[in-house]
């Protein structure tokens, strides 16, 4: 089936309803964006809330505080991340940023964990997450097929589907970012077809004129809601950031859609839309890591230029904005299994067809 566009005010009731859920079972969805207003939070939860890819199992939410071209299969994120600065220090910031107004937010990802993004020859991204089977088996709820050589499981919550196969050691969330989501689309299938598991190596033959944007570790990441000038006055935005990590890792945690590929620092950058929305997110490779933003209403250029005033070295006020009093931690509690203790390191392999 199709899944309707939700309006502001659903993604409000929805965002609320995550939380609640996060806190109380296995979560199922990921980030939580920092936002100053709640004026604009439908638009940035249909980017980042409503992943359906059990990232965010186990994870620490800590610190909060009051000319594009189409993509070429030879554009590949998982080049060695650049080095930069390391630590706070090596966080973006935005200009005139303070304490006041400003909200931001540390999440601890849980050791282990690896995410790439391919795209369909149709545009349509797929977003892959490989972590430890907190599980054990697939919910006895999500409607379960043999794909390949394994058994899937698809769940809607909310609109949004999220696929997961399973074995001894390894739970890999596949989730459909199309602009119209369909229930075991064509191309999801061929996603799933080609998805191999063997104990915590994962890999995937991606079909003939797919794409991969690379894959990488799913590293600590951060995010931050500012306000910013645009043409049409002052907006609301948020920056998410992934140290020792790749564009393609991070995009696998924001529920966007439609990439499409542009430089930015002469690195490989992606402009994405938000799903189920219409603001626009640019995605790019940092020195050191990769970086994620968007601001209401803005366009692609502006989005640009706003990226460009960003700059590292502000440790001290990092500190300050992560030194809130309001952390806390989320601790699923339904996990029914532990993987074995010799599953090793999870990996995640895709292979692009050379036709």
């Not at 006020?317 to 992560?322: N, P």
Request: glycine share 10%; proline share 6%; aromatic share 6%.
């Amino acid at each position: 089936m199709n899944h309707p566009v939700k309006t502001d005010e659903d993604l409000v009731a929805l965002l609320e309803r995550t939380m609640q859920h996060v806190a109380a079972t296995a979560p199922n969805t990921e980030l939580e964006p920092p936002v100053a207003s709640r004026r604009w939070i439908g638009s940035v939860a249909a980017a980042a809330v409503l992943v359906v890819g059990l990232a965010a199992a186990g994870l620490a939410l800590s610190s909060r505080h009051d000319a594009e071209s189409p993509l070429s299969p030879a554009a590949d994120a998982s080049a060695p991340v650049a080095a930069g600065p390391t630590g706070l220090g090596g966080l973006l910031l935005p200009p005139s940023v303070t304490t006041t107004g400003t909200e931001a937010m540390k999440v601890a990802v849980p050791a282990g964990r690896v995410a790439a993004s391919v795209v369909s020859p149709d545009g349509d991204l797929f977003v892959l997450n490989v972590m430890e089977n907190f599980w054990g088996a697939l919910p006895a709820d999500w409607e379960q097929r043999p794909v390949g050589a394994n058994v899937v499981g698809a769940g809607d919550e909310d609109g949004n589907i999220a696929y997961a196969t399973v074995n001894q050691c390894s739970l890999v969330a596949i989730n459909d970012r199309s602009a119209t989501v369909t229930d075991w689309s064509n191309n999801a299938t061929s996603v799933l077809d080609q998805l191999t598991l063997d104990g915590s190596a994962v890999s995937i033959a991606l079909p003939s004129g797919w794409t991969s944007l690379g894959s990488s570790p799913i590293n600590d990441y951060y995010s931050l809601s500012f306000s910013s000038p645009t043409s049409a006055g002052p907006a609301e935005g948020v920056l998410y950031q992934m140290p020792g990590s790749t564009a393609s890792a991070l995009l696998a945690q924001v529920a966007t859609t439609s990439p499409t590929q542009t430089t930015f620092n002469g690195q490989p950058a992606w402009f994405v839309t938000a799903q189920g929305g219409t603001d626009r997110y640019l995605a790019w490779a940092t020195a050191g890591g990769a970086a994620i933003v968007t601001i209401k209403g803005a366009s692609d250029a502006e989005l640009q230029q706003f990226a460009a005033t960003l700059t590292t070295g502000h440790a001290d006020v990092w500190a300050r904005l992560l030194g809130g009093s309001g952390s806390s931690t989320t601790t699923p509690s339904t996990i029914v299994a532990s993987p074995a203790a010799d599953c090793g390191v999870h990996t995640l392999t895709v292979a692009t067809s050379a036709t």
